[in-house]
């Protein structure tokens, strides 16, 4: 089973277009607990609400034990349950290479998240594990993301922002490997609006909402397809550090079924309204 279908099947089984970062970090942690004791009660509390769970590799590579806590934590995930990287790994030749196997074949992830800015042949390692899923940062939901990603420059003499630009590179790549997507930050609605209108059955990944403050209905709105598909939403300080007590579990779960459930109804909305 590809990226796609495990992702598909999730969604179906689950009712879920929502994903869940597990980012330990010990400060926000309840006190004395290790991470992959952590990372498997998120799990266990939230496996039925989630379509893909999604692990930044900077918060397991500062950690000493980081690494081994990374894989098992990966492991102990439901094979039925796609895994994404949020690695934002982007390099050329045998490198690039190298990291496409750490990541999929080493790590044992089904997806990651890629930087585009070195060019087609720093992805390209990457997209031909074409059982793999490929998200390339379009337009982040960082404050900063503005410093390069919104220049404009010219492309058969139209002026078009550079993020349009790599989205338009993405979907030409896409129509040879069926497994790239895009990341786009919920914190910029009105970009998010323009992708999706411009590449209706492109899988988008959107963090953003919760912590960093994008507003859920919007993202829905305009992050979704015409049928209510096509989207991931992430969020995971939201909902992992919901609370810092032995509850930690059981109000992460709370917080997942409700940003689940308040997802479907603003996709629900969206869909009869078309």
Partial sequence: MNFNEKLINAMKRNESLLCIGLDPDPELMPSGMGVLKFNKAIIDA????VCAYKLNLAFYEALDDGI????????????????????????????????????????????????????????????????????????????GAADFQSLPFVLKRKQLPLFEIVALRAAQWNKQSNNIGLVMGATYPEELKLIRQNHPNMLLLIPGIGAQ??????????????????????????????????????????????LRDEINYHRSTLTSAR
């Fill in 46 to 49: 939230t496996s039925d609400l």
């Fill in 68 to 143: 081994d806590d990374l894989k098992r934590t990966i492991k102990y995930i439901p094979d039925n349950i796609p895994a994404i990287a949020d690695a934002k790994r982007g390099d050329i030749g045998n490198t690039a290479r190298a990291y496409a196997k750490a990541i999929f074949t080493n790590l044992g992830f089904d997806a990651t998240t890629v930087n585009p800015y070195l060019g087609f042949d720093s992805i390209e390692p990457f997209i031909e594990q074409w059982d793999k899923g490929i998200f390339i940062l379009c337009r982040t939901s960082n404050p």
């Fill in 213 to 258: 403050g994008g507003d859920l209905a919007s993202a829905v709105r305009y992050g979704a397809n015409a049928r209510g598909q096509k989207a991931i939403f992430s969020s995971s300080r939201q909902i992992i550090y919901a609370s810092r007590g032995r509850d930690f579990a059981e109000a992460a779960r709370q917080v997942a079924s409700s």
